[in-house]
């Protein structure tokens, strides 16, 4: 399977200031990447699904504007949390999918933002 | 719409088997995936259905009934690391069959027992 990264591991700052996360696939084509929000005890919410070279497709409730997402490369995708506040604290995991993967979607290991 | 139900919580003890079922409703049913996750880590992959029937791998099977909207995990063998929590998951064609995108459950919590 492929091998996801995300950076940082986790993250902690002040309400109103912007936090990007980064997605990485090492040894992957990742023509796919999905962006998912945890919440504490609570299963995994897609935020948005972004295809290599074009726009994101966000989910129902998910603001565009606050969750910016940039899919430039087939290995990497970056989601920016602009001007985050308390309630934008959670567990944001990245997965990826690739042509040959049509089963199967690689997580990344997570990023734990904590917004004071 | 689209729904997915499982269990919260479940205890079992080690070396034991055990079943967490799963439910679900949904307009474009395109599978059914299984996740393992353990606190604080992302969710690693367990097993794949698309057709009815069971598909067994090692100490895990998932078994799949589309006309019931129903899909069962089954754990033998348990072992202490086992404890962690388990997504099902449903992955929905979405409109046109262009998302194909997944739908998770909330988890059910599996504590294994000495």
């Known amino acids: 399977g492929a091998v996801v990264s995300q950076h940082p591991s986790w993250v902690i700052c002040k309400s109103g200031t912007s936090v990007k996360i980064e997605c990485r696939s090492l040894d992957f084509q990742a023509t796919t990447m999905f962006w998912y929000r945890q919440f504490p005890k609570q299963s995994l919410m897609l935020m948005a699904t972004?295809?290599?070279?074009?726009?994101?497709?966000?989910e129902q409730g998910v603001e565009k504007d606050k969750f910016l997402i940039n899919h430039a490369s087939l290995t990497l995708s970056t989601l920016t949390v602009t001007s985050a506040h308390p309630e934008d604290s959670s567990f944001y995991i990245c997965?990826?999918?690739?042509?040959?993967?049509?089963?199967?979607?690689?997580f990344g290991p997570g990023t734990r933002l904590t917004v004071l | 719409g689209q729904n997915i139900d499982q269990p919260t919580e479940m205890t079992a003890t080690e070396g034991a088997i055990v079943q967490i079922n799963c439910t679900y409703q949904?307009?474009?049913?395109?599978?059914l995936f299984w996740y393992q996750q353990h606190a604080g880590e992302a969710p690693t992959f367990l097993s794949y259905?698309?057709?009815?029937g069971l598909e067994e791998k090692g100490r895990f099977s998932s078994f799949l009934s589309r006309s019931k909207g129903y899909s069962y995990l089954l754990l033998k063998e348990l072992q202490m690391k086992d404890s962690a929590s388990y997504l099902c998951?449903?992955?929905?064609?979405?409109?046109?069959?262009?998302?194909?995108?997944?739908?998770f459950g909330t988890g059910t919590l599996l504590a294994v027992q000495p």
């Open positions: 997965s990826v999918k690739g042509r040959e993967s049509y089963n199967e979607q690689f």
């Open positions: 949904t307009s474009g049913f395109n599978g």
């Open positions: 259905n698309v057709l009815d």
């Open positions: 972004s295809n290599e070279g074009s726009k994101a497709t966000y």
């Open positions: 998951a449903v992955r929905d064609r979405g409109y046109g069959g262009a998302t194909n995108k997944l739908i």
